[in-house]
Nanobody, 124 residues
Framework: EEQVEESGGGLVQPGGSVTLSCRTS????????IGWFRQAPGQERESVAC???????ATVDSVKGRFTVSGDNAKNTVFLRMNSQDPEDTAVYYC??????????????????WGQGTQFTVSS
């Protein structure tokens, strides 16, 4: 069964850094693109960053320069490094898998295998 599972959420102070992890199972990294998404209270779920089957990455403009997505194929894990945290980054963060291979965008509708999400809060 194809699954993804997030970890690494929690509480961080403004300006801090954290890395979220997305561990995949039931498929190899080169079979699926992996995306990161977030949903803040009262808001719609939005794309954050993604890495495709050949490790090309894309990051949305709102977090570009602060967030970086990367993969460790040997560990079937994709990471989201988040620097310079702002309270507006508070959200539930999800990773998801897609068998599409987009290069420049991470369209939410293309992702079919979703994790349960991990809560991440930026607060002093």
């Amino acid at each position: 069964e194809e699954q993804v599972e997030e970890s690494g959420g929690g509480l961080v102070q403004p300006g801090g850094s954290v890395t979220l992890s997305c561990r995949t199972s039931g498929f190899t990294r080169d079979e699926y693109s992996i995306g990161w998404f977030r949903q803040a209270p009262g808001q719609e779920r939005e794309s954050v960053a993604c890495i495709n089957k050949v490790d090309r990455t894309a990051t949305v403009d709102s977090v570009k320069g602060r967030f970086t997505v990367s993969g460790d194929n040997a560990k079937n894990t994709v990471f989201l490094r988040m620097n310079s945290q702002d309270p507006e980054d508070t959200a539930v963060y999800y990773c998801a898998a897609s068998n599409a291979n987009y290069v420049y965008t991470c369209p939410l509708s293309a992702y079919t295998v979703w994790g349960q999400g991990t809560q991440f809060t930026v607060s002093s």
